[in-house]
């Protein structure tokens, strides 16, 4: 049983797009949800996180809403680059220190 | 800081050979964890060392892995027999050992089991 479902797999946008990836949790023990982003060859690196106390949290051009009723948590990437094109995770954890993560979403943006 | 590094890199065995990998986390981190994903799903948690001790190992698959990390340094990953559905991306994170701290991942081992 998958407990954090991420869609879309794949994601094609144009330069200068929003690329918008969802995920849906199920364990409400969660309560730290990160974002990774993972380039061909490279290991997931930490892109941004947030906490279920606040609905939303903005670095830059990458931004993450939290709706903690629907347990369901978004990554928006505005003005997107070709530089972005890379799969992103979304995770989920708690006390527990593991990482429970979502299938990914291979994003290409075209330029 | 030198980050994560694991090896090898790749790896091509037959099934029922023998696979180690190895980790060597960030110096200083006390928590280590192993990761892998299959055929592009998501990645999953295997174990969690905190120092050379197994604080979490729910999620090895089977008693066909075995994992270790003598003087609570680097970190090995045995697989023996190994079976056609271990192939995947085995992935090793470390941290330094609070909670929901930023886990950092090495470039992953790509195990390919014929």
């Known amino acids: 049983q998958q407990q954090v479902k991420q869609s879309p797999q794949s994601l094609i946008v144009q330069k200068g797009g929003i690329s918008i990836i969802n995920c849906a949790y199920e364990?409400?023990?969660?309560?730290?949800f990160p974002w990774y982003q993972q380039f061909p060859g490279k290991g997931p690196a930490l892109l941004i996180a947030?906490?279920?106390?606040?609905s939303e949290k903005k670095e830059g051009r990458f931004t993450i809403s939290f709706n903690k009723s629907a347990k369901q948590f978004s990554l928006h990437i505005m003005d997107s680059q070709p530089g972005d094109s890379a799969t992103y995770f979304c995770a989920a954890t708690g006390s527990a220190r593991q990482l429970t993560f979502g299938s990914g979403t291979q994003l290409t943006v075209l330029p | 800081e030198a980050g994560v590094t694991q090896f090898p890199s790749h790896s091509v065995i037959e099934k029922g050979q023998t696979v180690t990998l190895r980790c060597d986390p960030i110096?200083?981190?006390?928590?280590l964890y192993w990761y892998r994903r299959v055929m592009g799903k998501e990645i999953k948690f295997l174990l969690h060392f905190v120092k050379e001790s197994k604080q979490d190992e729910s999620g090895m698959p089977n008693n066909r892995f075995l994992a270790e990390r003598t003087g609570g340094t680097y970190s090995t990953l045995k697989v023996q027999p190994a079976e056609l559905e271990d192939s995947g991306v085995y992935f090793c994170a470390s941290s330094r050992g609070l909670p929901r701290e930023t886990q950092y991942f090495g470039p992953g081992t790509r195990l390919l089991v014929l």
């Open positions: 364990n409400t023990a969660f309560d730290y």
């Open positions: 110096s200083g981190h006390d928590n």
């Open positions: 947030i906490r279920p106390d606040v």
